[in-house]
């Protein structure tokens, strides 16, 4: 569906729905404020019901009950959630979505109506925007995971919770969900596209818990969702998985399960271990290339620059990790940064505060041969950012030093051709300057053995610096248009 005809859509119908439809208010012992339901799809057929807690954290779930894609289990898989999650503070919304058919865009598209709609309703239902996270079971989460590694942005959700996933639509996958998702004789490129495992992205795909039972024989778990694990864990992303030693599959909120009690305990404790920045938090993004995405640090999610620069901010700051490997800031060159899904992510997010560390790989001979287009590209970058309602704060960081020449990378091109270009935009432009390359110089005892990658160490060295500069800089000053 057209975006801009949802979202007009969607605007009209959250209006009509919570003048016409809201339930009464109710207190309750279960620590529910308010409930009501809403209509997402035109059809009626898609809908949305609310829980909000009466001591809300900000936090909000939305749920996905399973059912192969065919029906809904919409009680022990949904429902009944409801006063787990408000007893914590957290929002809770059970998503009745429209079964496919054969016809995809069906629940998926609800799916991302919700996810949007909480957001765009955060303030009226007492949620922080950046802490919505989703729920699925089985096919629901299917569902739960195929927004997590394919939604934009604004639906993409920032955690994820997945109790017996159906995740393979390849070998191993659960047959029936797949007929009825992808349909009964579908492209076989189909079969890798939302096959979950094969999505996950580095920073791109959020954190998450997996809960199965390892006697599950309808979705066998080391197919499904220790595969997503697996995925998960390989590109250095936070993933947590519990397998307990039967139930089957299916058993949802039922507590005559024989670890229904100590299943909640940890998903209390995952939930509790879980960061979440402020409401209003000041937004940074990181864009760069593969020193930014923390190329061969070990759990670069948490280990990678980005993340450093985060637990050295607090939660009054909200950090995100634009960072893809090989990429140039020269559009002509192997791997361009603004083509890149990240950089439009980088700008969905509307950041208060850039931090633009590109130029490393501009500085091979095969991308510097069209090094005359390389203030231009950055220009474009940066009135990219100073377009956005947000107008940020852009610091320009000049590359770390390359102690060796690996893959081609010249450190005196990157002294000679690329660091005059960013201080004379810089200065065009009144945005600030980090010399990381300055500042680095006397570290090459903190690179992985490359000589062009920071280690955790240097990454660490890297956060400490920018997290100077945004100290001793006005952080209310925004670069000028």
């Known amino acids: 569906m057209n975006k801009k005809i949802l979202s007009s859509m969607m605007g009209r119908m959250l209006l009509s729905f919570l003048l016409l439809f809201p339930m009464a208010l109710s207190v309750s012992a279960q620590e529910t404020a308010r409930k009501f339901r809403l209509s997402l799809s035109a059809d009626g057929e898609a809908q949305l019901f609310a829980y909000l ?22 009680e022990h898989e949904g429902h009944q959630w409801a006063d787990y999650f408000n007893r914590q503070g957290i929002a809770f919304f059970v998503l009745k979505y429209r079964m496919p058919h054969g016809d995809r865009s069906l629940p998926i598209g609800d799916a991302e109506a919700a996810m949007r709609l909480v957001r765009d309703s955060a303030a009226v239902w007492g949620v922080n925007p950046h802490d919505v996270g989703i729920m699925g079971f089985s096919a629901g989460g299917h569902l739960a995971s195929t927004l997590s590694t394919h939604a934009p942005l604004a639906a993409r959700p920032d955690f994820s919770i997945l109790f017996y996933p159906v995740i393979t639509m390849n070998g191993g996958a659960h047959s029936g969900s797949r007929e009825n998702l992808l349909g009964k004789h579908p492209d076989k490129q189909l ?34 969702g220790v595969a997503y694990y697996s995925a998960m864990r390989r590109v250095g992303n936070a993933c947590t998985m519990l397998i307990y030693p039967s139930g089957g599959h299916g058993f949802g909120f039922r507590s005559s399960w024989p670890y229904h009690e100590l299943m909640l305990s940890e998903l209390t404790a995952w939930l509790h271990q879980l960061p979440s920045s402020k409401v209003g938090a000041l937004r940074v993004a990181c864009i760069g290339n593969s020193i930014t995405e923390g190329y061969g640090i070990p759990m670069a999610s948490q280990n990678g620059y980005p993340a450093v620069l985060q637990s050295i901010l607090g939660n009054g700051y909200l950090v995100k990790n634009f960072g893809v490997s090989s990429r140039t800031m020269l559009n002509k060159g192997d791997y361009p940064y603004m083509k890149e899904p990240a950089f439009r992510d980088a700008l969905d997010f509307c950041p208060d505060v850039a931090i633009v560390k590109l130029g490393t790989n501009d500085s091979k001979p095969e991308n510097w041969q069209y090094g005359s287009e390389f203030a231009t590209d950055m220009q474009t970058l940066i009135d990219s950012l100073k377009a956005l309602p947000s107008k940020p704060k852009i610091f320009l960081t000049t590359p770390i030093p390359a102690f060796k020449s690996t893959w081609n990378i010249s450190d005196s091109v990157i002294t000679t051709g690329i660091i005059p270009v960013i201080r004379k935009l810089a200065k065009k432009n009144k945005c600030m300057v980090i010399d990381l390359h300055t500042l680095f110089a006397a570290d090459g005892d903190k690179m992985l053995p490359d000589g062009i990658h920071p280690n955790a160490e240097g990454a660490r060295k890297m956060a400490e610096i920018i997290a100077r500069e945004l100290s001793q800089k006005d952080r209310k000053r925004k670069c000028e248009k």
């Open 191 to 224: 079969f890798d596209l939302y096959s979950s495992e094969t999505q996950v992205r580095v920073h791109r795909t959020p954190p998450a818990i997996l809960i199965m039972a390892n006697d599950d024989k309808a979705v066998p778990p080391v197919e499904n």
């Open 53 to 74: 807690p009466s001591s809300p954290t900000g936090r909000a779930v939305v749920d996905c009950p399973g059912g192969g894609y065919a029906h809904l289990a919409m």
